[in-house]
């Protein structure tokens, strides 16, 4: 069984560097005969730094196999979608490019691949643990019932017992695996597609976030078994950048951009909830506001915002500021919601008429010229 590690690399070629030498380095712990086994993918997005040269010399001075492209169109999924052609293994491990690797993630990982054809899993779903590169601040909530959610960190840690997705756990749902470190089998690819290109990291479309997700969930409605492996994990670094209040509104406010996005957007052709958006047991509060949009956004999200910030602005006559701060990010949710809102109603307005569609949607099919 051959393993294939994917790393999709965008100007971070000091990162990516200590990446390749912690792969190098375990690597060489492996046996002779599970070592010909292993072989990373490597696409760069157009980087402007020396990630080239690291490559190279990584090529030139390991024993390990690496295959080297370049992508020219921005996008964590489009890179990701290169790299799954591109690869031979049956077993196709994605990480970021910026993680650290616990010493025995290649060992666990190549062990999957070895077991992975006697089990009917389809995708492995190991930790990732934030690593704070400096003291996490007061105002900064981790604990229930106001915490930030983990994937803002980029974090996804369940416990230590493998499971099932989707799984309650004390830290949170764990509903679908984290990106950042995942193991799929080949064969999920070549019956079910790939990644959305219109959402995730410097997609297009703008949608920075949710493209494994949105992949996830798919397999999901598919019945595709996914087990939570929590020996396999990575350390994902947090820098000082990331530890403000502006950076974390920043995250939920694509996160609900993206959501909002991918849910009318769904490739299974499955309609939302009228209310979507809308915790379920606060939908029947919503069930009075008037149907119907304005600029193209449903009135319900704006009654939803509406009501958010009344209820901020009386949190600051309190002193309890985790609840402030936790609405505050739920607002930034909600404005991402009404934005993927107002660009799906516009993406319908401005969609040209076509009488060729108008035919095609009837079933009609016109014949070919010979």
């Not at 690399?9 to 030498?21: A, P, V």
């Not at 730094?49 to 020219?72: M, P």
């Not at 309650?168 to 990106?179: K, L, Y």
Request: proline share 4%; net charge negative; charged share 25%.
């Amino acid at each position: 069984m051959k393993l294939s590690i994917i790393i999709c690399t965008f100007n971070r070629s000091t990162e990516l560097e200590q990446l390749l030498e912690d792969l190098a380095l375990q690597h060489r712990r492996l046996r002779s005969s599970e070592s010909g086994e292993i072989e990373v993918v490597l696409v760069d997005n157009n980087s402007m730094d020396n990630t080239s040269e690291v490559a190279y010399r990584f090529i030139e001075s390991t024993g390990l196999s690496i295959k080297y492209f370049t992508h020219d169109r921005f996008g964590l999924t489009q890179c990701r979608n290169l790299a799954i052609t591109k690869a031979t293994g049956d077993l196709l491990a994605f990480l970021h490019d910026d993680v650290n690797l616990d010493d025995d993630w290649l060992k666990e990982a190549y062990k999957i691949a070895c077991n992975c054809k006697e089990q009917e899993i389809g995708v492995y779903g190991g930790r990732s643990i934030p690593m704070w590169q400096d003291t996490i601040p007061e105002w900064l909530n981790l604990e229930p019932p106001y915490a930030i959610k983990q994937e803002v960190f980029t974090g996804h840690s369940h416990g230590d017992s493998e499971e099932y997705y989707p799984f309650q756990s004390d830290f949170g749902i764990a509903e679908f695996p984290c990106g950042a470190n995942v193991l799929i089998r080949r064969e999920i690819f070549e019956n079910c597609g790939d990644f959305r290109t219109d959402l995730g990291a410097n997609a297009a479309g703008g949608f920075g976030l949710n493209d494994d997700v949105e992949f996830f969930e798919y397999l999901s409605c598919l019945k595709i078994p996914m087990l939570y492996v929590p020996q396999i994990i990575v350390y994902h670094p947090i820098n000082a950048l990331q530890l403000t209040i502006q950076s974390i509104r920043r995250w939920y406010y694509k996160s609900g951009k993206a959501s909002y996005w991918m849910t009318h957007t769904d490739r299974m052709k499955r309609d939302p909830h009228p209310l979507f958006a809308v915790e379920p047991k606060y939908r029947q509060l919503f069930t009075q506001v008037p149907e119907g949009k304005m600029n193209g956004v449903p009135f319900y999200l704006y009654v939803k915002l509406f009501v958010q910030s009344m209820w901020w602005t009386a949190l600051h006559l309190s002193l309890d500021t985790k609840r402030r701060n936790y609405l505050s990010y739920r607002i930034s949710e909600t404005m991402g919601q009404i934005d993927a809102a107002a660009m799906i109603s516009e993406t319908v307005v401005h969609q040209k008429f076509s009488f060729r569609n108008r035919i095609a949607k009837k079933g009609i099919l016109r014949p070919q010229a010979k």
